[in-house]
């Protein structure tokens, strides 16, 4: 099993429409996760971290759950602009050290 | 804030020569840098791990002697690449995290590399 697991997608979705993208990861030790956005030839950006109650930052909701090992990203009203890759990003167990899923990618249409 | 620069954002060399790729915090000081790799369509491969006034720690399958990271200060750190070859095209991108709780990185802009 790879250390964080990701659906590549794509999911093409419509404006307005609500998608949700998995990631499951291996380590049970670990303790940050966070989700990232890259847009196409560019660097990462960090979209939020997860926390272990959840979070919600406007259109995004980032949920953890430990028993299961996955996190999970919610995004409501999808726009045009939230096309991208998204990638999931676990700290392994009692570390620092970032692995990455191979992101989601998301198109929104028209 | 939390701002990281790498330089140059684009390269094209000859095969055999070396390149150096320069990554800086801007306006924080990082305790952690990160340089990663990363191919068309696929996700960023983490190469290696570099704090400030020690040596990095590289990931498995990595060449340490191929690619010398030093990390002279907390905010900048560099990346060579010797004797490159076709096979190292790719783009670099450099991150930068300071101690906190969820330990985030701040990501470079990348350089592109394109060996001839």
């Known amino acids: 099993r790879k250390e964080v697991e990701q659906d590549p997608g794509p999911f093409n979705v419509p404006e307005g429409a609500t998608v949700a993208f998995n990631c499951t990861y291996s380590n049970s030790a670990s303790q940050s996760f966070f989700w990232y956005r890259q847009d196409c030839r560019k660097e990462p950006k960090l979209l939020m971290s997860?926390?272990?109650s959840g979070n919600e930052d406007g259109r995004f909701t980032a949920q953890l759950n430990r028993a299961s090992q996955y996190i999970s990203l919610l995004i409501r009203d999808s726009k045009l602009s939230d096309s991208a890759t998204y990638l999931c990003?676990?700290?392994?167990?009692?570390?620092?050290?970032?692995?990455f899923g191979r992101g989601t990618s998301l198109i929104v249409h028209p | 804030g939390a701002v990281v620069s790498q330089h140059p954002s684009w390269v094209i060399c000859k095969s055999g020569t070396s390149v150096k790729i320069e990554c800086r915090s801007l306006?924080?000081?990082?305790?952690?840098m990160f340089w990663y790799r990363q191919f068309p369509k696929q996700s960023l491969m983490l190469m290696a791990t570099s704090n400030e006034g020690s040596k990095a720690t590289y990931e498995q399958g990595v060449e340490k002697d191929k690619f010398l990271i030093n990390h002279a200060s907390l905010t900048l750190s560099t990346l060579t690449v010797t004797s490159a070859h076709p096979e190292d095209s790719s783009f670099y991108i450099c991150?930068?995290?300071?101690?906190?709780?969820?330990?985030?990185?701040?990501f470079g802009p990348g350089t592109r590399l394109t060996v001839l």
């Open positions: 990003v676990v700290n392994r167990g009692g570390s620092y050290i970032p692995t």
């Open positions: 991150s930068a995290s300071m101690e906190s709780l969820y330990n985030e990185q701040f």
């Open positions: 997860v926390y272990s």
């Open positions: 306006d924080f000081q990082a305790t952690t």
